[in-house]
């Protein structure tokens, strides 16, 4: 009994050894070659710390901007009866004052892609790197081939995987856990989230986004367009939701603020 335990767990261990491996071989990538940082070059540089900001704003953090597009970004998004019915239920609901964002818990996608703060765009062979100031946040977009995993861990920012279209920069997105979003709407984990990035000038950079959901939308759901301002002498800044945290929860469940200074000298 004792050999065949032991070559159970030798088989079991070979087993997860394979596993491992075959999933490391998976995501293995070749390192880049000359070529490939030759055909980057002639991509559009994309590369910077970009803003949103309304086009009369001026200054870091001016507020977002979205241009509402005509094929429905000005318009509630047409929700199936079952959707409808969960969007009903969920506006029924007093709002908890004491919720995931108010803990500091950043939104998903698509909603960090609209926050009030720079974002960096980096671009490498085979992967477009965005670096988002709002509570340090990074996503990253395979534009090495590969397909959209048809069985993705759910995620903040959900996988995404991005082909070039002559200029454009055609970004889909999938796999996406239960937080903060930024939608009005309730979404399944069919949802699926398309992006285009374009240059509209040297310095100026759009983003249209649109959402597909088989169970919860009729159609396509389109939120228009983003247009950030590339700031050619800024850095992102570190940004710790958590650090001079000054919110509070009372036994109530009313929120407030705490506007005392914790640093300031004693009287």
Not at 7 to 24: K, N, S
Not at 101 to 117: E, F
Not at 208 to 230: C, H, N, Q, V, W
Request: neutral net charge; charged residues 20%.
């Amino acid at each position: 009994m004792l050999n065949a335990g032991k070559i159970l767990l030798g088989v079991i261990a070979g087993l997860l050894f394979f596993g491992l491996t075959a999933a490391a071989q998976k995501t293995a990538r070749p390192a880049p070659a000359a070529a490939d940082w030759a055909a980057l070059a002639k991509l559009p540089d994309f590369n910077g710390v970009w803003e949103v900001a309304p086009p009369s704003a001026t200054g870091r953090g001016a507020g977002p901007a979205r241009a509402r597009g005509v094929a429905g970004g000005a318009a509630a998004p047409a929700l199936t009866p079952a959707y409808a019915a969960k969007a009903l239920a969920m506006a029924s609901q007093p709002k908890a004052e004491d919720n995931q964002s108010a803990n500091c818990l950043p939104p998903g996608m698509p909603g960090i892609m609209s926050q009030p703060y720079p974002i960096e765009v980096l671009l490498t062979p085979g992967q477009v790197t965005i670096v988002i100031e709002a509570y340090t946040q990074v996503r990253h977009i395979y534009t090495d081939g590969r397909a959209l995993p048809d069985d993705p861990d759910p995620a903040f920012f959900g996988t995404s995987v991005g082909r070039w279209e002559d200029n454009t920069l055609v970004v889909e997105t999938v796999g996406f856990a239960e937080v903060p979003r930024g939608l009005s709407f309730p979404y399944s984990r069919k949802m699926r989230i398309l992006e285009r990035f374009r240059l509209a000038d040297a310095d100026t950079l759009t983003i249209e986004t649109t959402i597909a959901d088989p169970e919860a939308l009729k159609t396509p759901y389109s939120m228009g367009a983003s247009t950030f301002k590339r700031h050619r002498s800024w850095t992102i800044a570190e940004y710790i939701c958590e650090e001079n945290n000054r919110n509070f929860v009372d036994e109530k469940g009313k929120a407030g603020i705490n506007l005392a200074n914790p640093e300031a000298s004693p009287r």
